[in-house]
């Protein structure tokens, strides 16, 4: 009978060793980086085509569709670095998420398109109507940052449309005239309708003092503070690889093309080539343009200051070189 109990309490206290260690989370062998169909998944284009092995980790590409599906990965610590819109991930790191801020890869993607042939220029806009989308996100905002400081009159915001293809789909087949389209789109709706032309990109119309540095950091590209601290010389790498990616689209767009048909991110050649120059895809470390985050970050919160949390960021969400 003791033998039986001994048998018993060894095999409950296995048992209890093999849960506990089992719920121990072991070392990944991958490097995890998440990011938007669209500009974003162009600019890793290059890096997609050759991944490089960091210290023995593979590096693996996680494309969502929504910026929100990003935000999950990160809430979740499911990723290593992450590339989402800068206002989306200011508002994060507000809310005490472990990420900061490494470059802007994407300097602004959005465009007024029309296919009203007598709208040709920002003025023609007045007393119409424009679709956009995100309400009180950054399409929003800029839109209406950009309708008052070009006082343009009567211009009225139309919602109807949630997404970006929304907007675009309606724009295509006539059912509105004006809207607010992101890149890829932009190039493909005027590859697909003639009528369809760009009034003007959407970009904001002051610069810092009397330079002609831009503010549109539209895009961030984010590494968990925990990693880059732990691996410091891993969190260098992949930050000069996509760099290099970067530099690559604009170097090489053939070849660009040709990587991203193959990687099945666009159709066919012609829309890439036409989608390239309209991504303004540059890598800019964020120490670089701390003033310029900041003077872009500015406008959101005087428009809406929900929009990044309320506030704005302390200096812990500029990631700073060692």
């Known amino acids: 009978m003791q033998l039986f109990i001994r048998?018993?309490?060894?095999?409950?206290?296995?048992?209890?060793?093999?849960?506990?260690?089992?719920?121990?989370?072991?070392?990944?062998?991958?490097?995890?980086?998440?990011?938007?169909?669209?500009?974003?998944?162009?600019?890793?284009a290059y890096m997609m085509a050759n991944p490089p092995i960091v210290e023995g980790k593979q590096v693996e590409f996680i494309v969502k569709s929504d910026p929100q599906q990003i935000q999950a990965l990160m809430m979740r610590n499911e990723v290593e670095f992450a590339v989402l819109p800068t206002v989306m991930a200011t508002n994060l790191y507000n809310k005490g998420l472990n990420y900061s801020m490494v470059a802007c890869p994407i300097w602004g993607t959005l465009y007024i398109l029309s296919n009203?042939?007598?709208?040709?220029?920002?003025?023609?806009?007045?007393n119409k109507k424009i679709s956009v989308f995100g309400q009180g996100a950054t399409p929003d905002v800029l839109l209406q940052e950009f309708k008052q400081s070009k006082n343009?009159?009567?211009?009225?915001?139309?919602?109807?449309?949630?997404?970006?293809?929304?907007?675009?789909?309606a724009l295509l087949h006539g059912k509105i005239e004006n809207a607010v389209i992101s890149e890829p789109l932009v190039s493909?709706?005027?590859?697909?309708?003639?009528?369809?032309?760009?009034?003007?990109?959407?970009?904001?119309?002051?610069?810092?003092?009397?330079?002609d540095k831009d503010i549109f950091v539209q895009t961030a590209f984010v590494v968990n503070k925990k990693f880059a601290k732990d691996y410091?010389?891993?969190?260098?790498?992949?930050?000069?690889?996509y760099a290099k990616s970067c530099n690559y689209v604009n170097i090489e767009p053939e070849k660009t093309a040709d990587i991203l048909i193959h990687q099945k991110l666009?159709?066919?050649?012609?829309?890439?080539?036409?989608s390239l120059p309209f991504c303004n895809i540059q890598y800019v470390a964020s120490f670089a343009i701390e003033q310029e985050i900041n003077k872009y970050l500015s406008h959101f919160y005087t428009f809406?200051?929900?929009?990044i949390g309320n506030k704005m960021p302390d200096r812990g969400f500029i990631f700073q070189t060692q």
């Open 116 to 126: 009203n042939p007598n709208s040709l220029t920002t003025n023609d806009l007045s």
């Open 188 to 211: 493909t709706l005027l590859l697909k309708n003639p009528k369809i032309h760009v009034i003007t990109k959407l970009d904001f119309q002051e610069y810092l003092g009397k330079s």
């Open 7 to 44: 048998h018993i309490k060894f095999a409950l206290l296995f048992f209890f060793h093999f849960i506990i260690f089992s719920c121990v989370e072991k070392p990944s062998n991958t490097i995890r980086i998440g990011l938007l169909q669209g500009p974003t998944a162009i600019s890793f």
């Open 266 to 274: 666009l159709t066919d050649k012609k829309t890439a080539l036409t």
């Open 232 to 241: 410091p010389n891993t969190m260098h790498t992949i930050s000069k690889a």
């Open 304 to 307: 809406n200051p929900n929009s």
């Open 152 to 169: 343009i009159l009567n211009l009225k915001l139309d919602y109807s449309f949630s997404t970006n293809n929304d907007v675009a789909m």
